[in-house]
Nanobody, 114 residues
Framework: QVQLVESGGGLVQPGGSLRLSCAAS????????MGWYRQGPGKQRDLVAH???????HYSDSVKGRFTISRDNPKNTVDLQMNNLKPEDTAVYYC????????WGQGTQVTVSS
Protein backbone atom coordinates (compact mmCIF):
# COMPACT_ATOMS: atom_id res chain seq x y z
CA GLN A 1 0.00 0.00 0.00
CA VAL A 2 2.80 2.36 -0.87
CA GLN A 3 1.32 5.70 -1.86
CA LEU A 4 3.29 8.40 -3.65
CA VAL A 5 1.93 11.79 -4.64
CA GLU A 6 4.08 14.12 -6.72
CA SER A 7 3.45 17.83 -7.09
CA GLY A 8 5.11 21.07 -8.13
CA GLY A 9 5.55 20.64 -11.86
CA GLY A 10 4.74 23.26 -14.42
CA LEU A 11 5.90 25.26 -17.41
CA VAL A 12 9.18 27.11 -17.05
CA GLN A 13 11.58 28.89 -19.38
CA PRO A 14 15.10 27.58 -19.98
CA GLY A 15 17.32 28.66 -17.12
CA GLY A 16 14.41 28.74 -14.71
CA SER A 17 13.76 26.75 -11.55
CA LEU A 18 11.11 24.48 -10.09
CA ARG A 19 10.78 22.62 -6.82
CA LEU A 20 9.01 19.27 -6.87
CA SER A 21 7.63 17.55 -3.80
CA CYS A 22 6.68 13.94 -3.13
CA ALA A 23 4.42 12.92 -0.26
CA ALA A 24 4.88 9.27 0.72
CA SER A 25 2.87 6.92 2.91
CA UNK A 26 2.29 3.22 3.54
CA UNK A 27 5.82 2.31 4.60
CA UNK A 28 8.50 3.24 7.12
CA UNK A 29 9.72 6.20 5.13
CA UNK A 30 12.77 7.05 7.23
CA UNK A 31 14.25 3.56 6.76
CA UNK A 32 14.38 3.65 2.95
CA UNK A 33 16.24 5.50 0.24
CA MET A 34 14.11 7.64 -2.03
CA GLY A 35 14.58 8.60 -5.63
CA TRP A 36 13.30 10.93 -8.29
CA TYR A 37 12.77 9.55 -11.79
CA ARG A 38 11.74 11.09 -15.06
CA GLN A 39 10.31 9.91 -18.34
CA GLY A 40 10.55 12.15 -21.37
CA PRO A 41 8.49 11.76 -24.53
CA GLY A 42 9.38 8.49 -26.24
CA LYS A 43 11.97 7.63 -23.60
CA GLN A 44 12.26 5.13 -20.78
CA ARG A 45 11.90 6.09 -17.15
CA ASP A 46 15.29 6.80 -15.56
CA LEU A 47 16.50 7.55 -12.07
CA VAL A 48 17.95 11.05 -11.93
CA ALA A 49 18.61 11.47 -8.21
CA HIS A 50 18.34 9.50 -5.01
CA UNK A 51 18.98 10.01 -1.33
CA UNK A 52 19.80 7.38 1.26
CA UNK A 53 18.03 7.00 4.57
CA UNK A 54 21.00 8.80 6.09
CA UNK A 55 20.82 11.73 3.69
CA UNK A 56 23.61 10.88 1.25
CA UNK A 57 22.73 12.05 -2.25
CA HIS A 58 23.55 10.78 -5.72
CA TYR A 59 22.80 12.26 -9.13
CA SER A 60 22.91 11.25 -12.74
CA ASP A 61 25.46 13.08 -14.86
CA SER A 62 22.73 14.90 -16.75
CA VAL A 63 21.45 16.73 -13.66
CA LYS A 64 24.46 16.87 -11.36
CA GLY A 65 25.19 20.43 -10.30
CA ARG A 66 21.71 21.63 -11.22
CA PHE A 67 19.32 19.45 -9.17
CA THR A 68 19.26 18.88 -5.42
CA ILE A 69 17.34 16.10 -3.72
CA SER A 70 16.38 16.39 -0.06
CA ARG A 71 14.14 14.62 2.42
CA ASP A 72 12.14 15.53 5.50
CA ASN A 73 11.60 12.32 7.41
CA PRO A 74 9.12 13.69 9.99
CA LYS A 75 6.92 14.87 7.10
CA ASN A 76 7.51 11.79 4.91
CA THR A 77 8.44 13.97 1.96
CA VAL A 78 11.24 14.08 -0.56
CA ASP A 79 11.84 17.17 -2.70
CA LEU A 80 13.73 17.89 -5.89
CA GLN A 81 15.01 21.41 -6.39
CA MET A 82 15.68 21.93 -10.09
CA ASN A 83 17.76 24.91 -11.21
CA ASN A 84 19.05 26.05 -14.59
CA LEU A 85 16.45 23.95 -16.33
CA LYS A 86 17.02 22.88 -19.93
CA PRO A 87 14.56 21.77 -22.61
CA GLU A 88 15.92 18.23 -22.30
CA ASP A 89 14.65 18.19 -18.71
CA THR A 90 11.10 18.13 -20.05
CA ALA A 91 9.48 14.98 -18.69
CA VAL A 92 7.01 13.55 -16.25
CA TYR A 93 8.74 13.30 -12.88
CA TYR A 94 8.04 10.52 -10.39
CA CYS A 95 9.27 9.58 -6.95
CA UNK A 96 9.75 6.03 -5.69
CA UNK A 97 11.89 3.68 -3.63
CA UNK A 98 14.98 2.61 -5.61
CA UNK A 99 14.98 -1.12 -6.38
CA UNK A 100 11.56 -1.39 -4.76
CA UNK A 101 9.35 0.28 -7.36
CA UNK A 102 6.19 -1.68 -6.65
CA UNK A 103 3.84 1.01 -7.91
CA TRP A 104 3.94 4.52 -9.32
CA GLY A 105 2.07 7.70 -8.67
CA GLN A 106 0.65 9.94 -11.36
CA GLY A 107 3.84 11.96 -11.63
CA THR A 108 4.10 15.67 -12.25
CA GLN A 109 4.75 17.25 -15.63
CA VAL A 110 7.75 19.52 -16.09
CA THR A 111 7.93 21.42 -19.35
CA VAL A 112 10.94 23.59 -20.16
CA SER A 113 10.29 25.78 -23.16
CA SER A 114 10.73 29.34 -24.33
Amino acid sequence: QVQLVESGGGLVQPGGSLRLSCAASGFLFRAYPMGWYRQGPGKQRDLVAHITSGGITHYSDSVKGRFTISRDNPKNTVDLQMNNLKPEDTAVYYCNIPQRETSWGQGTQVTVSS
